[in-house]
Every structure is written in structure tokens, then in C-alpha cells.
């Protein structure tokens, strides 16, 4: 298995997940090692239908109220999320 630093990150919305508590669920309810439980639970996406810019601008909300700045917010969603497996190759408008 990979140790890279994005093998710790949700692919969806970028939390870092350490524990297994952290991580979604297959349709089988076995581990998810892609996704985490905020995303992804018995083998479907949470949010189901969110378009990569919507998922963005949530983001920068949650990570806002957690403390970030709002300009640090959006430049960690707007910077990070393209990236990730379930938004590849997706670019977010403007």
C-alpha cells in the first residue's frame, strides 16, 4: 500500500483521515479507503449530484467556521479539490 500524503486525504473533500472512524464505507460495510465518512457511506457519495464548484464553495464555508481565514479557505478548496480522484480532471467556473 501507498503511504503518500494523499493516501490520507479524502478524495472527495480533502480532510486528512487518520483513524478508521475517519473513513466511509463500502456497499458491504467494509472500509473505504478513498473516501471519508462526511462523503461516502454504504458505497455511496453523501452528496450525491454536487457539482465540484458547489462541493468548493462548501468547503470554504466549513473550513471558514472551523477558524481559517476566509482567503486561506478558499485557496486551500479552490487549489486542492481539482486534484482529488472524484473531481479529476474537472475545472471549477471562474
Sequence with gaps: METSA???????CGMPMHHLSDFGTNKDDTI?????????????FIDHGISLEQKIEKNIGIAH???MTLEEAILLARE??????????????A
Design 80 to 93: 486542492t479539490l481539482p486534484t482529488l480522484k472524484r473531481w479529476k480532471g474537472l475545472k471549477p467556473m
Design 6 to 12: 494523499k493516501n490520507n486525504i479524502c478524495q472527495s
Design 32 to 44: 473505504n479507503m478513498d473516501y471519508c465518512h462526511f462523503c461516502f457511506l454504504k458505497g455511496k
Design 65 to 67: 467556521e472551523a477558524g
